[in-house]
């Protein structure tokens, strides 16, 4: 059966024991071949930020105005395919240089550079002539896709910073953002209520935390600082710390069944917002050291508390002058109250928070 292929005249060379190719693309391929931001490949697998609209035309308008003096620099792509290397010789510099063929049929998917692919379509649209000039594109082979995720991670350390959501779904060497990822898989109501990609929830959002909100809580409820083992054990009690948590909240369950919107919880609970994740994860830190059956007893209180912005105790520890504040005092104040409601007791530091506060 014959196979289709695109062509690109390329060089070929070797990054960390992986063989790469850079090779020019001519412009008008460039949105026939590569997939972005589809539907059909999950926040999860997709190797590539949300595209930012107000930057494309930028890019676009940069190009078309500047026909006879632009630049930019290579788009990043991982293939997910058999291709073929054709040297232009055997021996020699020229075994390094010839033609790329990538079946079309290959999954080819943008690791850096969705925002110039976005552009480069909207800029032949309006100049078909630049259809015929080329981009750099550097091309790794990557079968199902499996380094995407660490290369966008590692692509973006030192690039304009993707949101901390994002770079927790996709950062495979962090055993934080590992414990964040599998507490949303493994904590029903993370599962249908976190925010993936983004790092603040916008009033209408349907979803109730956002991932670095659930990794930065849960970094203090073990007390972990980055680049700390997890074990597998700890893993699972903080799984069962935030499942138990999330038992207490019967809002928090009855948005995850749609039968609240989150909007509203936003507008009129505090434990509606990542200030008080932050603050269950300092009281869950010393709530865990203790037997299994007692911590569990003591956070049963949790449903008695009074979580709406309304209640006047919230003002100077979870909110200020009415609204949701996140700053590290208001945080520890948020948790200190919480664990007065839950019966436990203070350390020293919450102790001269208190007697500050009061003041």
């Not at 500047?66 to 293939?79: E, G, K, P, Q």
Request: glycine share 4%; charged share 25%; net charge neutral.
């Amino acid at each position: 059966m014959t196979t289709y292929v695109h062509s690109f005249p390329c060089v070929r060379g070797i990054q960390a024991g992986r063989p790469c190719y850079i090779a020019m693309c001519p412009m008008r391929l460039v949105p026939k071949i590569f997939i972005f931001n589809e539907d059909d490949v999950p926040a999860d697998l997709r190797a590539q930020r949300t595209l930012n609209l107000a930057r494309v035309p930028e890019i676009s308008n940069y190009l078309i105005n500047n026909r006879d003096d632009y630049t930019l620099s290579a788009i990043t792509a991982s293939i997910d395919g058999v291709v073929k290397f054709h040297p232009a010789s055997d021996t020699g510099l020229e075994q390094s240089i010839g033609t790329l063929s990538i079946p079309m049929d290959a999954q080819i998917l943008i690791n850096d550079g969705q925002h110039r692919r976005a552009a480069i379509e909207q800029a032949i649209q309006d100049n078909p002539e630049l259809g015929y000039d080329n981009i750099p594109v550097l091309f790794f082979i990557d079968n199902g896709l499996v380094r995407s995720q660490q290369m966008f991670a590692d692509l973006n350390k030192h690039a304009v910073r993707p949101s901390d959501s994002i770079s927790t779904l996709y950062d495979h060497r962090d055993n934080l953002s590992d414990l964040a990822r599998y507490l949303v898989k493994n904590v029903e109501v993370f599962a249908r209520m976190t925010e993936l990609e983004k790092s603040s929830l916008s009033h209408r959002s349907s979803k109730l935390f956002t991932l670095s909100a659930i990794k930065n809580a849960s970094k203090v409820l073990l007390k972990k600082s980055k680049g700390d083992a997890i074990e597998q054990n700890e893993k699972e009690l903080a799984k069962s710390f935030w499942e138990h948590v999330s038992s207490q909240m019967p809002d928090w369950i009855s948005a995850k069944n749609k039968e609240l919107l989150t909007s509203d919880l936003r507008d009129n609970y505090i434990h509606a917002h990542g200030v008080m994740l932050q603050a269950m994860g300092i009281v869950g830190s010393d709530l865990i050291i203790r037997s299994e059956s007692q911590w569990k007893a003591t956070a049963i209180k949790l449903k008695e508390i009074d979580w709406s912005r309304s209640n006047l105790e919230w003002e100077g520890r979870a909110m200020v002058h009415g609204r949701i504040s996140k700053a590290t005092m208001n945080v520890a104040l948020t948790a200190s109250l919480i664990k007065q409601k839950l019966g436990m007791p203070l350390s020293v530091a919450e102790r001269e928070y208190e007697e500050r506060f009061a003041k």
